[in-house]
């Protein structure tokens, strides 16, 4: 199918984008020309039209000490373009605002306690944190592009079917969310396949850590998400990932969902707290610290969860054709204790591990990973498709 001038205006548009937030050092329109391939006048055009849209900027020219006017440097203009990215966690409520080049321009997180929660009271509070933050970042030449709501649970089509930590179900969250439309247009997704933009992005179109890997989250519950080329893979109804709900043995505890031996019941923090004979609210890294002491609870709890996690991840591995495990949230911080079980696990159960060798490892982002990355996959459909932000 051709391309009509419209699509290659779009196309070119983007690789210019894409090319100036790759590159360590910001480049000028001559080494976009040579780096893209396309001709000097074409960058020169295109460059002109981000600067107006007030998406790039012009940096101050740097002295070559030689003859000949400098080329001058473009960069992601500070605050040009913004998102959002909205996280309800059983024990947190959060935001987050990013800009094209990846900076954080503000954040909250606001504590509480919302297990079995209603879900107007918390929505209409996150909505409150959200609105007065991009109330703080509106200026006449900010463009705002929208928000991503982070749940934990089960999400499709603009619906959050089921979230039993929350005891949420069957709700739309927009409209409790953001009853008076300052929000704008707001994507609704799972937690942790969320969360696994962080992941997968160094900052909006640039990829980072492994092209493909599995991610799992924890935090009461246990999520997953799943990157192939270096983008999150949601699935045909936005279900992809549920590892937390994958049986490691059909004789083992009650799960919140009501199933038994689910990965959850032996490493979810309610569980691993509650093995570990310790306050339910108890942050990972105190569950950590009680493990490597004296403690034998502890450390049997999470030799129970390693196991549990490496036969859980291996049945994905076993399908997917995945080499890399990330783990996330407090199995991040718990990842010195369960590196060791989760690998004999996969030594154990994967069927290539004699060819190919599984490479566990712990998010460098855990703590806000699901708003970061909600505001990251907003972003990363501008770089897609920037041209929709400029005039025709």
């Given at each position: 199918m051709?391309?009509?001038?419209?699509?290659?205006?779009?196309?070119?548009?983007?690789?210019?984008?894409?090319?100036?937030?790759?590159?360590?050092?910001?480049?000028?329109?001559?080494?976009?020309?040579?780096?893209?391939?396309?001709?000097?006048?074409?960058?020169?055009?295109?460059?002109?039209?981000?600067?107006?849209?007030?998406?790039?900027?012009?940096?101050?020219?740097?002295?070559?000490?030689?003859?000949?006017?400098?080329?001058?440097?473009?960069a992601?203009?500070?605050?040009?373009?913004?998102?959002?990215?909205?996280?309800?966690?059983?024990?947190?409520?959060?935001?987050?605002?990013?800009?094209?080049?990846?900076?954080?321009?503000?954040?909250?997180?606001?504590?509480g306690?919302?297990?079995?929660?209603?879900?107007?009271?918390?929505?209409?509070?996150?909505?409150?944190?959200?609105?007065?933050?991009?109330?703080?970042?509106?200026?006449?030449?900010?463009?705002?592009?929208?928000?991503?709501?982070?749940?934990?649970?089960?999400?499709?089509?603009?619906?959050?079917?089921?979230?039993p930590?929350?005891?949420?179900?069957?709700?739309?969250?927009?409209?409790?969310?953001?009853?008076?439309?300052?929000?704008?247009?707001?994507?609704?997704?799972?937690?942790?396949?969320?969360?696994?933009?962080?992941?997968?992005?160094?900052?909006?179109?640039v990829?980072?850590?492994?092209e493909n890997?599995?991610?799992?989250?924890?935090?009461?519950?246990?999520?997953?998400g799943?990157?192939?080329?270096?983008?999150?893979?949601?699935?045909?109804?936005?279900?992809a990932?549920?590892?937390?709900?994958?049986?490691?043995?059909?004789?083992?505890?009650?799960?919140?969902?009501?199933?038994?031996g689910?990965?959850e019941?032996?490493?979810?923090?309610?569980?691993?707290?509650?093995?570990a004979?310790?306050?339910?609210?108890?942050?990972?890294?105190?569950?950590?610290?009680?493990?490597q002491?004296?403690?034998?609870?502890?450390?049997?709890?999470?030799?129970?969860?390693?196991?549990?996690?490496?036969r859980?991840?291996?049945?994905?591995?076993?399908?997917?054709?995945?080499?890399?495990?990330?783990?996330?949230?407090?199995?991040?911080?718990?990842?010195?204790?369960?590196d060791a079980?989760?690998?004999?696990?996969?030594?154990?159960?994967?069927l290539?591990?004699?060819?190919?060798?599984?490479?566990?490892?712990?998010?460098?982002?855990?703590?806000?990973?699901?708003?970061?990355?909600?505001?990251?996959?907003?972003?990363?459909?501008?770089?897609?498709d920037?041209?929709?932000?400029?005039?025709?």
């Open positions: 051709r391309m009509g001038s419209a699509d290659v205006r779009a196309s070119n548009i983007s690789a210019v984008l894409h090319e100036i937030a790759r590159q360590p050092i910001a480049p000028s329109r001559a080494d976009l020309a040579h780096s893209t391939g396309l001709t000097r006048a074409t960058v020169s055009r295109l460059v002109d039209d981000l600067l107006h849209a007030g998406i790039l900027t012009e940096l101050e020219t740097p002295s070559t000490g030689g003859p000949g006017r400098p080329a001058t440097p473009v992601m203009r500070p605050g040009g373009v913004i998102a959002l990215g909205l996280e309800v966690n059983v024990f947190h409520l959060a935001a987050v605002a990013l800009d094209l080049s990846g900076k954080v321009l503000a954040q909250d997180v606001q504590a306690d919302f297990l079995a929660s209603e879900p107007e009271p918390v929505l209409t509070r996150l909505g409150r944190m959200a609105a007065e933050m991009l109330g703080r970042l509106r200026a006449p030449t900010t463009r705002y592009v929208g928000a991503a709501l982070a749940l934990p649970g089960l999400v499709s089509d603009g619906r959050l079917l089921r979230a930590n929350l005891g949420w179900r069957n709700l739309d969250p927009r409209p409790l969310l953001d009853p008076t439309g300052q929000l704008g247009a707001v994507r609704l997704g799972n937690e942790a396949t969320i969360a696994s933009w962080s992941v997968a992005r160094l900052r909006p179109g990829a980072a850590g492994p890997f599995i991610y799992v989250s924890g935090e009461v519950g246990i999520g997953g799943i990157v192939l080329d270096s983008r999150p893979v949601e699935g045909n109804h936005g279900w990932g549920e590892i937390g709900h994958v049986c490691v043995d059909p004789n083992g505890p009650r799960c919140s969902c009501g199933a038994r689910c990965l019941a032996y490493a979810g923090h309610r569980a691993l707290a509650s093995g004979r310790l306050p339910a609210m108890t942050p990972a890294a105190e569950i950590l610290a009680a493990a002491g004296a403690s034998t609870a502890a450390r049997q709890t999470l030799d129970g969860a390693a196991a549990a996690l490496g859980a991840v291996a049945a994905v591995v076993n399908v997917l054709d995945v080499s890399d495990v990330v783990l996330g949230g407090d199995l991040a911080t718990l990842f010195p204790a369960l079980g989760m690998r004999r696990e996969l030594d154990e159960h994967v290539a591990r004699p060819w190919e060798t599984v490479t566990c490892s712990a998010a460098q982002i855990s703590r806000m990973a699901a708003s970061r990355g909600g505001a990251l996959s907003v972003l990363d459909r501008v770089m897609e920037p041209a929709r932000l400029l005039p025709v």
